[in-house]
């Protein structure tokens, strides 16, 4: 079955608003005069951005806008967070849910991620649902029990017409932000595994159907290696996706 290719870039909590413009308006122009397959590109900005990039958004057939996260609650009195449906009112199509550094750093709990991934739903947004395991996680071989628990405990309680809508990234922690990356033998070896766990819970051709990311270091040197593989198709890019001509040639391994 084929399956969509996506290039997904997380600006994470970078560049101010005129240099988010700045970088989006690069992003649009290269893609007009490069984008020659059917891969998908999407942009996850912070907040501040959202709106503005979808107003300048003039190549809406190839290029789509998300957010880096959401609240589980639809609206209250929860100072500094955002609902899933206030980034639907700026043109927001996509959310980041479950990223290591959401994990880490905000403790971010497989059930309270159960309740992001049913907030996007509800406001019909695309969850790109983060899984990924620690460096400790790698080392003791305990792993892919790591990631079958978080797969099972946020998004396997979906039903298969949701959950045929999830994109999944899979991001080792150990090579997020360190330079390290996943060998592409090491990341085929997990992206086959998460594409054989969906099947066990849904079914084969669903499982078939389902985009699978690679996050973790990817950059213009080690995409194609990486894309080559089988069951990765594409990638959820950090660093690389800062810089217009990186993210392009990353866009690029696609073209055909």
């Given at each position: 079955m084929s399956r969509k290719k996506i290039v997904a870039g997380n600006w994470k909590m970078n560049l101010d608003y005129q240099a988010g413009i700045s970088l989006f308006s690069e992003i649009t122009q290269m893609l007009k005069d490069e984008h020659r397959g059917n891969q998908e590109v999407i942009v996850c900005a912070p907040f501040i951005h959202l709106g503005a990039l979808n107003k300048l958004n003039d190549v809406k057939e190839k290029l789509g806008v998300g957010a880096q996260n959401l609240h589980q609650a639809d609206s209250g009195a929860y100072t500094g967070e955002i609902s899933g449906s206030q980034i639907k009112s700026v043109g927001g199509k996509y959310v980041?849910?479950?990223?290591?550094?959401r994990r880490s750093y905000f403790k971010e709990t497989n059930e309270i991620l159960a309740e992001k991934v049913d907030a996007a739903f509800r406001?019909?947004?695309t969850p790109i649902f983060c899984i990924g395991e620690t460096k400790e996680q790698r080392e003791?071989?305990?792993?892919?029990e790591v990631l079958k628990a978080q797969l099972e405990q946020s998004v396997f309680h979906l039903s298969s017409k949701d959950f045929e809508r999830v994109i999944i990234a899979y991001e080792p922690v150990w090579a997020i932000g360190t330079g390290l990356t996943a060998?592409?033998?090491?990341?085929?070896?997990?992206?086959?595994?998460?594409?054989?766990?969906?099947a066990e819970k849904y079914s084969q051709e669903l499982a078939?159907?389902?985009s699978i990311l690679y996050g973790g270091s990817c950059n213009p040197k080690n995409a194609e290696s990486l894309f080559a593989q089988a069951d990765i198709d594409g990638g959820l890019i950090g660093g690389a996706s800062l810089k217009s001509r990186d993210f392009l040639d990353i866009v690029k391994v696609y073209n055909s």
């Open positions: 980041l849910i479950g990223h290591s550094e406001h019909h947004l003791d071989g305990s792993y892919f060998s592409p033998e090491q990341a085929q070896e997990v992206h086959a595994y998460i594409r054989k766990v969906i078939d159907s389902i």
